[in-house]
């Protein structure tokens, strides 16, 4: 199987600590991935759906108490508490390994121990890292299948001593009482307990690619991004590369499978996705940045998800994927809200209890047939609009950033930034409001350092420096932008149109990168498109809205200004000169004079 001492070592005392009656090496195999359906199939793991109407679809659902990633029971353990910082929550690394191996400690008796080697990037690029997830869910290797490259031409690859991260994941109980998700970035080591949620259990993704990635990402000079990687091609031909960061809610998978509008379409736009989630990217000899998607698959938010918001993503679910937590309909497929199509009249909602339209629970509230976080695993090699690199071992090269959240009034459509450091101050000050749908007080600001809250592996102020010294290694940077799609008029009606019409907007980014010098004006905050300076061929806005949308308030900005400043004190010393620096420029350039 292999001969890497180290990594047999370390399943044997992972089984050991864990009791499991079997062990089972994953190949990888599309025979594997049929055998493991049926053994699911058979003990009610998951749920075969229509064949015909979805080819190689099956159904999941979670526990009741796991449907989402638990931030609260989310510890970097590291030596030293500051080394997490004060984004995290922190747990030494004794503590660790005791509290989640007391929970793990016989907890697969009775069940199969899958080790599940696994590669996020093409396996052989510069950019890419191995891991070894060791799991007791089917449903984990079924995901870890789409969503990574799995099996063994990993191990091949890893050979008799290659570096990996060690992941174990135990279900035990799924008691959210006895669930820890640990991150060890001292000894790239991931342990997971307790849930058997994606997020939570898929250990590649946000625990590998992001907060132990950022980790190795700090000491080996490159960066694990929480962003999207799309191409834009225009008229000429020419694909320019941007990578977003957005906080959830704002609409960045939408993004990254954008359908160019008709207007922008027959003029010769196309839009190409690279990644909807992740970027790792690498300063080259050229003294450009080079971007990744480390992953395989999709694992995407299911309501909201239809033919009108992501058309492509609709056609990329179609046929082998896994769908968790959504409705199942009595013809084996499946709906969720603000999907396609009217309800269907009954289904089995996705706590298994029966479900008609409009049937509420004991409190009279309207009860939802799909769980709002339920999601589909799907591979992007499905994806109608991949761009033809999205797996060059070399990656793609990225001409700018955007990065955004929801405001209902702050921020303009776009605007860019001055410079790199600059740029990294925005991303650094970036905040998305809480709409109705989330917990929290609506309106409330929650601020969110390049998406990154969640997922930084080490203290975010250190964080902040990385940024700033990798932007030294740059000759060519990219430039750095903020959208805001979400801002409203007096009647708390959007103003942009959004989805497809987003185009408009990477367009003027697409020129300002390119040197065409699309048109703009200097703001304090930034470089603000003129009117005019945005392609609107094919979209009518009422009068007065462009103005709006592009307008900025001093007073507003002046309130912001004491949210950041209020933010950023939480970092103390650690929080680098240049971003005070940056914080100081711009409230003198709002006419504030200095603070
Ligand atoms: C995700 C997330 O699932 O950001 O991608 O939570
Ligand atoms: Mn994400």
Same mark, same amino acid.
């Given at each position: ?238 694909? &320019?590369?941007? =990578?977003?960061?957005? /906080?959830?809610?704002?609409? @960045? ?5 954008? #359908? !160019?509008?008709? %207007? ?112 589909? &695993?799907?591979? =992007?090699?499905?994806? /109608?609009?991949?761009?033809? @690199? ?5 990656? #793609? !090269?990225?001409? %700018? ?195």
């Amino acid at each position: 199987m292999t001969k890497h001492k180290v990594l047999k070592k370390w399943i044997e005392e992972c089984a050991e600590l864990c009791q499991p009656d079997e062990i089972y090496w994953c190949d990888g195999s599309d025979e594997e991935r049929e055998r493991l359906e049926k053994e699911a199939f058979a003990i009610g793991e998951i749920t075969q759906l229509d064949q015909e109407k979805l080819p190689g679809c099956v159904y999941h659902r979670t526990a009741v108490n796991d449907v989402a990633r638990t931030e609260h029971l989310t510890f970097i353990c590291t030596t030293r508490k500051e080394d997490a910082g004060a984004t995290n929550n922190w747990m030494s690394l004794e503590e660790g390994y005791q509290r989640a191996g007391a929970i793990l400690k016989g907890s697969m008796r009775g069940r199969t121990m899958y080790v599940i080697p696994f590669s996020m990037g093409p396996i052989g690029s510069p950019f890419s890292k191995y891991g070894v997830e060791l799991s007791d869910s089917i449903y984990v290797v079924l995901n870890m299948r789409i969503m990574t490259r799995m099996g063994n031409p990993v191990l091949d690859a890893l050979g008799d001593e290659g570096e990996f991260t060690r992941c174990l994941h135990g279900k035990a109980e799924r008691d959210i009482n006895k669930r820890l998700i640990l991150q060890f970035p001292e000894d790239n080591t991931i342990w997971s307990v307790g849930s058997g949620y994606g997020g939570n259990v898929l250990l590649g993704k946000k625990c590998l690619s992001l907060r132990i990635a950022s980790y190795l990402g700090r000491q080996e000079g490159w960066l694990a991004e929480h962003m999207l990687i799309v191409g834009i091609q225009d008229p000429q031909g020419k694909i &320019t590369y941007i =990578a977003g960061a957005f /906080p959830s809610a704002c609409g @960045k998978t939408n993004l990254a499978m954008l #359908v !160019p509008p008709d %207007a922008l379409k027959k003029k010769g736009f196309k839009v190409f996705t690279v990644g909807d989630d992740i970027a790792w990217m690498r300063v080259k000899e050229d003294g450009r940045l080079w971007a990744i998607n480390p992953e395989f698959g999709f694992f995407g938010v299911a309501p909201g998800t239809n033919w009108k918001t992501n058309p492509t993503m609709m056609t990329t679910i179609k046929r082998n994927t896994i769908y968790t937590n959504v409705l199942l309909k009595p013809d084996k497929t499946v709906w969720w809200e603000g999907g396609d199509g009217d309800p269907p009249s009954e289904g089995q909602d996705w706590k298994g209890n029966y479900w008609r339209p409009g049937i509420t629970d004991e409190e009279d509230k309207i009860i939802n047939g799909a769980n709002p976080n339920s999601r589909f &695993t799907s591979p =992007a090699a499905q994806c /109608p609009c991949i761009d033809p @690199k999205w797996e060059d071992p070399e990656g #793609v !090269p990225i001409s %700018a950033f955007i990065v955004g959240g929801r405001r209902a009034y702050l921020a303009p459509l776009i605007y860019q930034s001055f410079d790199w450091q600059h740029g990294v101050f925005v991303g650094a000050t970036m905040a998305s409001e809480r709409t109705a749908a989330q917990y929290g007080k609506l309106g409330e600001v929650r601020r969110d350092p390049m998406a990154m809250l969640p997922f930084c592996g080490y203290n975010m102020g250190d964080y902040f420096s990385h940024w700033l010294d990798l932007g030294k290694r740059l000759t060519h940077p990219p430039k750095v932008f903020h959208v805001n799609w979400f801002r409203t008029g007096e009647d708390g009606e959007f103003l942009w149109p959004g989805f497809g019409e987003n185009l408009r907007v990477l367009d003027w980014i697409v020129r300002r990168c390119g040197g065409d010098g699309a048109d703009a004006r200097e703001t304090p905050i930034g470089y603000v498109p003129t009117l005019g300076a945005l392609d609107m061929d094919g979209l009518d806005l009422p009068a007065g809205t462009m103005e709006k949308l592009l307008s900025i308030s001093a007073g507003d900005w002046a309130e912001e200004l004491k949210g950041i400043e209020e933010f950023f004190a939480k970092f103390g010393d650690r929080l680098p000169s240049e971003i005070w620096d940056e914080y100081r420029a711009l409230n003198r350039r709002l006419g504030n004079g200095t603070r």
